[in-house]
């Protein structure tokens, strides 16, 4: 019976034989070569006159900073029709940057057009910096990098008390904040009546600012489109909120879904896309019926907002 089936023929088979066969096998290797972007150099540092800015004449030292309002960042990059479309200098109305907050590359620097002051190439998104240092100077916020507010912070330790003490009134609006948390101006009270645990602001004499101060120096209009230009979503004042659901109020259904996208893309610049659900702006827009969508370079706005 068990020749019948062959249980004779005795074959015998290990691990090993397996090993074996699998290094005989011929393996196959795929290589992809990825092209990587050169590396790109930081445009050089400006300095420009921080003593008068301190000193109170800040139109001359708007002039020598290369101050410009922050919705034109937008235009140098690829969303340019997006936030064409959604009209954002009316949305970041009072919101201001300094020539070095807003050129970060040299390549940018040297291809800046005179006439619109776009670079000639794509990406720029990437290149955002974050909102860490604002000016407050009657009723505008100007978006500064670290550089810039530590020198004006020196000299209004150093030399603002001086000045000051010297003029009639003794009475400037020029305000600093630094280490902006999310874009909440430290000192604000918000719903739970704890304050933030950011520096304090100080005014021009080097002094801290008290809160009634602040939030007269900062306006709710300025306050919410700083945190919407820094990509936020949660806004602690109830009054900023109030002017982001204005913007929606004064918008047909198809402008609303082009400012909600807009929204979105600002936050996809700055990284800060997780934060929306459930948050102030998330809220407003579903009071509205309104959502964001996928929109991606290259898309048409004409279409969008057609009736």
């Not at 860490?132 to 209004?156: F, K, P, Q, S």
């Amino acid at each position: 019976i068990l020749q019948e089936f062959g249980a004779d023929n005795a074959v015998s088979r290990s691990a090993l034989d397996d090993e074996c066969e699998r290094e005989l096998e011929q393996e196959e290797e795929q290589e992809q070569e990825r092209e990587l972007p050169g590396a790109e150099s930081p445009a050089p540092r400006v300095d420009w006159d921080f003593t008068a800015l301190v000193e109170g004449r800040e139109e001359e030292a708007f002039f020598m900073a290369g101050a410009s309002p922050a919705a034109r960042i937008f235009a140098e990059t690829e969303f340019a029709d997006l936030f064409s479309a959604a009209r954002a200098e009316d949305v970041f109305d009072g919101v201001w940057v300094t020539n070095d907050f807003r050129v970060t590359l040299e390549r940018q620097r040297r291809s800046m057009s005179s006439f619109l002051g776009a670079p000639s190439f794509a990406g720029m998104a990437k290149y955002l910096r974050p909102v860490n240092a604002v000016l407050l100077i009657r009723g505008r916020a100007v978006c500064a990098t670290d550089r810039e507010a530590g020198r004006i912070l020196g000299l209004m330790y150093g030399h603002g008390r001086i000045y000051h003490d010297a003029v009639s009134d003794g009475q400037h609006l020029l305000i600093l904040e630094t280490h902006v948390p999310n874009g909440v101006m430290a000192g604000a009270v918000v719903e739970d009546g704890e304050t933030t645990t950011a520096m304090m602001p100080v005014n021009a004499r080097g002094m801290p600012v008290g809160k009634a101060e602040l939030q007269e120096a900062l306006p709710p209009q300025v306050e919410a489109a700083l945190q919407l230009f820094n990509g936020e979503s949660t806004l602690p004042r109830a009054e900023a909120r109030a002017c982001v659901r204005e913007l929606f109020q004064s918008r047909d259904d198809k402008q609303r879904t082009v400012l909600a996208d807009m929204f979105r893309a600002v936050r996809e610049m700055r990284g800060r896309e997780r934060e929306f659900e459930r948050s102030h702006v998330d809220e407003i827009q579903r009071s509205f019926g309104v959502e964001s969508t996928s929109w991606r370079v290259g898309d048409s706005i004409d279409e969008r907002l057609k009736d």
